[in-house]
């Protein structure tokens, strides 16, 4: 039974480090007047009201996206995903926040498709809705491990992938490495961004041993922390795993990173991770 619910989540620090990236990625992507295909295996429904109750009640986006809003300044890959989430608001006061789907619907062209992946009915629902009457998107919902496995490759041969699961079930750390590694077999070339939560640090070590093995070349690690590690329950840092990501983003987090770190870290104990865990 799915109990996660992204709402309480919008506009965290997880979901900064996680849109910046995947902003600067598409950024690239778009630099190219050659179409890509976005899929987004866990999209949940694209669109948060950061008064609902939801929001209000773990008030988790106050240290994420409302801890930068008031920011002059920002480094250019924060401001460019800042500039997403003000579109997202009419380029008023901050009321609303982009999920994954939305972002990258912001910000492709018409013929770049996407294929969106929401297993728990109501998320489906309010998806649907969110974006319905477009025929350049394709929504399941089903399994988004599976869907993956089944798409690849895209016709357009270039593409990006985001797996963004909740981690509710164990096995995920898992699956979501099986699944990458074959979705890899099947589109070498696409590039793959994971996101991982820190709660248990043993078990994202497995995962970055378990993808340093698998032979796949090419992979990075971004990762933002609010907190040091800890035994208590919680997340207290989380960080994107990249595979093929374009040759600019390794130092435009290298610009974002420690500012993120620097404004949204917990009593002094903000931190970044920059890891190339594969060379080309
Ligand atoms: C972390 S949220 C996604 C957030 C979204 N990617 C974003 O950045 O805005 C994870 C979503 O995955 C959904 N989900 C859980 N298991 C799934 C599965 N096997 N296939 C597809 N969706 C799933 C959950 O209902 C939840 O809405």
């Given at each position: 039974?799915l109990?996660y619910?992204?709402s309480?989540?919008?506009g ?7 849109h ?8 690239y992507?778009?630099q ?42 920002l ?6 995903y ?10 008023g ?23 969106l992946?929401?297993l ?28 993956l ?26 699956d979501?490495?099986?699944t990458l ?10 590039t ?7 709660v ?8 970055e ?32 795993i990249?595979v ?22 917990i ?9 190339t865990?594969v060379?080309?």
């Open positions: 039974m109990s619910r992204h309480y989540h919008a965290n620090f997880a979901d900064v480090l996680k910046t990236v995947l902003t600067s990625i598409l950024d992507l778009l190219k007047d050659k179409a890509f295909c976005y899929l987004d295996t866990h999209s949940g429904c694209g669109a948060y009201q950061l008064d609902s109750e939801q929001s209000l009640k773990t008030g988790e986006f106050n240290n994420g996206i409302a801890a930068l809003w008031e920011e002059a300044t480094p250019v890959p924060v401001e460019r800042m500039q997403q989430v003000k579109a997202f608001n009419g380029n006061a901050l009321r609303a926040y982009p999920g994954s789907p939305m972002i990258c619907n912001q910000m492709r062209r018409d013929d770049d498709r996407m294929f992946f929401e728990h009915p109501n998320e489906f629902t309010n998806m649907r809705g969110n974006f319905s009457g477009d025929r350049s998107i394709k929504m399941s919902k089903s399994d988004g491990l599976q869907g496995i089944a798409n690849m490759p895209p016709k357009e041969r270039r593409g990006l992938v985001l797996i963004d699961p909740s981690y509710e079930i164990k096995t995920e750390y898992d979501v490495v099986d590694i074959a979705a890899h077999r099947r589109f070498a070339t696409g793959y961004a994971l996101w991982y939560p820190v248990n640090r043993t078990l994202i070590s497995k995962m041993r378990l993808l340093k093995a698998s032979g796949i070349k090419n992979i990075q690690l971004f990762e933002l922390g609010i907190e040091a590690d800890k035994e208590e329950r919680g997340m207290t840092s989380s960080g994107m990249v093929n990501p374009p040759w600019t983003l390794q130092k435009e987090m290298q610009h974002s990173l420690p500012f993120l770190a620097d404004k949204l870290g009593n002094g104990q903000g931190y970044y991770r920059i890891d865990l060379a080309e």
